[in-house]
C-alpha cells in the first residue's frame, strides 16, 4: 500500500475545487435564463452592500471632522477674546507710562521743538571775540566791529611808520646799488688786464708750439721714407722666394705624392690630385670587364627563371581548363537528375491536391458539429 503526502493531499483538494467551481459555472453559463439576463446578482449583490458601508463610513467621518471644526472654532473665538483683552490692556499700560516716565520736557529733542527756545536763547553777538561769530554765521563783517574808531586810528599811525620805514629801505637801497657799480668797475678792469696778460702768454706758447710740431713732422717724414724703403726691400725678397719655391714645388713639378690623405692610402686630396695612372686605370677596366659578366650571367637566369614560370603557368591553364569541364558534366548531370526529381513531385503534387479536392466535396454531419462547445472556457 502506498503512503499520502500531505503535498498529494493538497492537490487533490485543489483539483476537486478547481473541478467543483467548473461545474458550477457551467450551470451559470449554459442556463438559458441566466445568459439572457447577463448579469451576476450575487456580485452585484455584494457591490452595493460594499457601497452602503463605504457611504456610512464616509458620513461618519464628515460628521466626525465637523464636530472637530465645530470645536477648533469655539477655541479660536476663546483665544481671539483673551488676545483683544489683552492688547487693550498693554496699550492701557503704554499710555500710563508715557504719561508718568516719557513727559515732553525729559525728551532728548526737546530743544529742537521748545516753544520759549527764542526767549532763552542769547543774542546774535555778544562781542567782536565771540565764539559764535563764525564765518558762516554771518554775524560780523569787515568794517563792523565795535572798535572800528580805535582800530582806525591805529591803522593810520602804522600806515604812517610803514612809509617812513619804505623811503629808509630805498636810501639804503640806492646806496648799495652805487657800492656795488664801483666795485664791478674795479672788478672789469682788473679782469681786462688779466685778459691782456693771458694773450700774450697764448703767443708765445704757440710760437713755441709750433716750432715744435715742424721739427716733429720732419722727424716723422724722414722715420716714413726709412720705413717705405724697408718694406719694398722685403717685398721684393719675399716675392723673389715665392717664385723660387713655386718653380721647385710639387704644384708645377705634378707630384703625384702631395695628393696622398693623411686618413688612409685610399683616399685622397682633391685640390692636389692630378688624376690616376695607368695601373690605376686597368685595374679599373678590369672591374668593370668582371661586372658586365656577372650581369649577364644574372641576366640569363632571369630568362632561365622566367621560361620556367612561363611553362608552370601553362600547365596550371591546362590544368583548370580540364577542371572547368569536368565541373560542366558534373553539373548537367545534376541539373538532369533534379529536373526528374521536380517531375516526380509534381505529379505527386498533382495527385495529392486531387485526392483533397475529392475530399472537401463532402457535406459536414451531427458528429462534425457535436466536437464544439464541450466545456464552459
Known sequence: MEAVLPEDLQRDVGLAKRRHAELCRQRRVFNARTRLIGGDTQAWDVQVQNRKIKEATE????????????????????????????????????????????????RREFDLSDPMALKKDLPARLSDNDVRNTISGMQKFMGEDLNFEERRRVQKEQNREWSLQQQREWERARAEHRLAEDLHTQARLQFDETARHLQKLDRSTRKAVCAAVGEFNKKQAAESAERKRQERQQEQADNLAEICSLLCGDLLSENRQQAASSFGPHRVVPDRWKGMNQEQLEEIRFTQKQQIQEKLKLQEEEHQRNLYW????????????????????????????????????????????????????????????????????
Open 59 to 106: 458620513k461618519a467621518r464628515h460628521e466626525t471632522f465637523a464636530a472637530e471644526m465645530r470645536h477648533n472654532d469655539k477655541i479660536a473665538c476663546i483665544l481671539q477674546d483673551r488676545e483683544r483683552r489683552d492688547k487693550k490692556q498693554l496699550c492701557r499700560a503704554i499710555t500710563d507710562f508715557q504719561q508718568n516716565f516719557q513727559k515732553l520736557e525729559s
Open 310 to 377: 612561363d611553362r608552370c603557368r601553362i600547365q596550371k591553364d591546362h590544368s583548370s581548363l580540364l577542371h572547368e569541364r569536368q565541373q560542366q558534366r558534373l553539373q548537367r548531370d545534376l541539373r538532369r537528375a533534379l529536373d526528374c526529381s521536380n517531375l516526380s513531385l509534381a505529379r505527386e503534387q498533382h495527385s495529392r491536391k486531387k485526392q483533397m479536392d475529392e475530399a472537401s466535396t463532402s457535406q459536414p454531419n451531427e458528429d462534425y458539429f457535436s466536437q464544439f462547445n464541450t466545456r464552459s472556457r
